[in-house]
């Protein structure tokens, strides 16, 4: 009986060996972050190309960084937002990119975009006036939506403490006042010597814009002149003072050194 017993367990061990060899436990994914960007981890080894990822497509160069922008695969030119997720069925400035993301051109040169005039030579495009250099809203320079938005961290560039956003009418609030802007990328920057205001914005736990409130405002480490709206410091003082009543506001600060 306990020979028979031994074989029934051997034979059960081998059967799980091959269910393990033919169906191994699939591998840990995650987004990490460095200082260079966002990859993609698989196990023990980085994303590398496109991947689908819950639901939108993202593309990662041979090292293993998300990419963002316009790139260039297989003949065919692709934007990817600030978040890394692929474009599909819109219009990027004048640029039109079909259901699978593809920039649509037709026969005579330009864009799918019946408004748009701009034309490509060769067939690529022309970076000089892709998105960056057309006035539009924040939302279609970063590339996000900004009702997708959950969390804002704001950081005092005069050294005070950092104040966190996770309330959903008060993150609402302040996408409202940042849909009052158009923007225009910079030319001929020069650069602020400081900031009062910056802020991460994120999308759950991940961030996918970043904004230093001067002038030019920058997005995304990028410089643009506000068309239409005006850096308003008062605004952003009231918005921070009436989550946390601590926060010192720039009147307060500056009474605080008149008295020194």
């Not at 080894?45 to 819950?54: D, H, L, M, P, V």
Request: net charge neutral; glycine share 10%; charged share 20%.
């Amino acid at each position: 009986m306990k020979k028979q017993y031994l074989k029934r367990l051997v034979a059960i061990g081998l059967i799980s060996t091959s269910v393990l060899a033919v169906a191994p436990i699939k591998a840990f994914a995650a987004w990490k972050q460095d200082n260079v960007g966002w990859w993609y981890t698989e196990g023990n080894e980085y994303a590398t190309g496109w991947r689908s990822i819950n639901g939108e497509w993202y593309y990662f160069d041979g090292n293993g960084y998300m990419k963002t922008g316009w790139v260039q695969y297989q003949g065919k030119w692709y934007y990817l937002y600030s978040s890394g997720a692929m474009a599909k069925s819109t219009t990027i400035g004048s640029y039109s990119v079909d259901s699978n993301g593809a920039w649509i051109q037709k026969n005579d040169g330009t864009t799918g975009n019946t408004a748009a005039t701009s034309s490509t030579n060769n067939g690529t495009i022309n970076t000089s006036t892709n998105v960056d250099s057309e006035s539009q809203k924040i939302s279609g320079v970063s590339g996000i939506k900004f009702d997708d938005v959950t969390k804002i961290v704001f950081y005092d560039g005069r050294g005070g403490k950092s104040i966190t956003i996770g309330d959903k009418e008060k993150v609402k609030e302040f996408m409202g006042y940042l849909d009052g802007y158009t923007i225009k990328k910079a030319t001929n920057v020069e650069a602020s010597d400081g900031y009062i205001h910056s802020a991460h914005f994120y999308i759950n736990d991940k961030d996918v814009m970043d904004i230093t409130f001067v002038n030019p405002i920058i997005i995304n480490n990028n410089y643009y002149n506000a068309i239409k709206g005006e850096l308003d410091t008062d605004k952003i003082d009231k918005y921070l003072k009436s989550i946390d009543s601590s926060y010192v506001t720039t009147s307060e600060w500056n009474d605080t050194y008149k008295n020194q």
